[in-house]
């Protein structure tokens, strides 16, 4: 150092120059974020008019779903309703002044089922027959009275029904006995019974009353016998005729009617005696 200088210096601290710096989204990535966010205001309004029109169209409200109205124990149907799969249900019915109407292309099952879920009935109605499956099968009329019964044992008709008929072209065939207290046909129609193959047998506990307001006819291949174990055998006509019976003469007009010890009945004339012969009493 020199006399009388001085020390001067000449180094100035540097400040960091300072770059402003830009927040947000600018240029071409606004412009596409305004769209994405126009593009979704525009769908949601879309999606909530879609969502009220369907609501308007199914008539949706607090009750149920259009013709569907859904109550506190049922569900009530108005209009006609197609069911694509099983529907369970405790009750089915119709209102009170409408018919339940049941469609179907094939056929209509009804089943019921035990706590398995094992089949124990069914009901079928198809296109062409209707077959129930069950141990029992009982028709009642309205006032609860029995007028059919069928099982695997017994078929009964109700003693409510009054009448019976069976009217088919060809007859009616049992392949079993028959049991009723009266068999008669209508007043058109005469009532045969016949037995192509077997036999005909009527019985019955007290008596037996064979009636008609015209001709009664009984013809057989084989025997016919009339019995009675305790009772009578009453032929009761003011003209009773027995034709085709052997006689023992052929040149008289009126005969005598003689018995053989076989039962078997012949005549002869009035004034001979009942002499029976191998050709009248064989």
Same mark, same amino acid.
């Given at each position: 150092?020199?006399?009388?200088?001085?020390?001067?210096?000449?180094?100035?601290?540097?400040?960091?120059?300072?770059?402003?710096?830009?927040?947000?989204? +600018?240029?071409?990535?606004?412009?596409?974020? &305004?769209? =994405?966010? #126009?593009? !979704?205001?525009?769908?949601?309004? @879309?999606? /909530?008019?879609?969502?009220?029109?369907?609501?308007?169209?199914?008539?949706?409200?607090?009750?149920?779903?259009?013709?569907?109205?859904?109550?506190?124990?049922?569900?009530?149907?108005?209009?006609?309703?197609?069911?694509?799969?099983?529907? +369970?249900?405790?009750?089915?019915?119709?209102? &009170?002044? =409408?018919? #339940?109407? !049941?469609?179907?292309?094939?056929? @209509?099952? /009804?089943?019921?089922?035990?706590?398995?879920?094992?089949?124990?009935?069914?009901?079928?109605?198809?296109?062409?027959?209707?077959?129930?499956?069950?141990?029992?099968?009982?028709?009642?009329?309205?006032?609860?009275?029995?007028?059919?019964?069928?099982?695997?044992?017994?078929?009964?008709?109700?003693?409510?029904?009054?009448?019976?008929?069976?009217?088919?072209?060809?007859?009616?065939?049992?392949?079993?006995?028959?049991?009723?207290?009266?068999?008669?046909?209508?007043?058109?129609?005469?009532?045969?019974?016949?037995?192509?193959?077997?036999?005909?047998?009527?019985?019955?506990?007290?008596?037996?009353?064979?009636?008609?307001?015209?001709?009664?006819?009984?013809?057989?291949?084989?025997?016919?016998?009339?019995?009675?174990?305790?009772?009578?055998?009453?032929?009761?006509?003011?003209?009773?005729?027995?034709?085709?019976?052997?006689?023992?003469?052929?040149?008289?007009?009126?005969?005598?009617?003689?018995?053989?010890?076989?039962?078997?009945?012949?005549?002869?004339?009035?004034?001979?005696?009942?002499?029976?012969?191998?050709?009248?009493?064989?």
């Amino acid at each position: 150092m020199g006399r009388g200088g001085a020390y001067t210096s000449t180094h100035r601290d540097s400040e960091p120059e300072v770059i402003p710096t830009k927040i947000g989204i +600018y240029g071409w990535r606004k412009r596409c974020l &305004y769209f =994405l966010v #126009l593009l !979704l205001l525009v769908l949601i309004i @879309i999606n /909530f008019a879609l969502t009220v029109w369907i609501l308007k169209v199914l008539d949706f409200s607090i009750h149920g779903l259009g013709s569907i109205k859904i109550t506190d124990n049922a569900i009530s149907i108005s209009e006609d309703v197609e069911f694509l799969k099983p529907v +369970y249900a405790s009750k089915i019915h119709a209102n &009170y002044d =409408l018919p #339940l109407v !049941l469609n179907s292309k094939n056929n @209509i099952t /009804f089943n019921t089922r035990d706590g398995n879920g094992n089949v124990t009935g069914q009901f079928v109605i198809g296109s062409k027959s209707v077959k129930s499956f069950s141990e029992r099968f009982i028709i009642y009329d309205s006032e609860q009275n029995m007028l059919f019964d069928a099982s695997d044992e017994l078929l009964t008709i109700g003693d409510i029904v009054k009448h019976v008929k069976f009217k088919v072209s060809e007859g009616v065939a049992f392949q079993g006995p028959v049991q009723a207290d009266r068999i008669s046909s209508n007043e058109v129609d005469s009532l045969t019974l016949e037995s192509p193959i077997g036999d005909v047998t009527v019985d019955a506990a007290k008596k037996i009353t064979i009636s008609s307001k015209n001709d009664i006819k009984s013809s057989c291949h084989g025997d016919m016998t009339l019995g009675s174990s305790t009772g009578k055998i009453i032929l009761k006509s003011s003209n009773i005729q027995i034709p085709g019976l052997t006689d023992s003469s052929t040149a008289a007009s009126a005969y005598q009617l003689c018995i053989c010890e076989n039962g078997r009945i012949f005549l002869a004339e009035p004034s001979q005696q009942c002499v029976p012969t191998n050709t009248t009493c064989p």
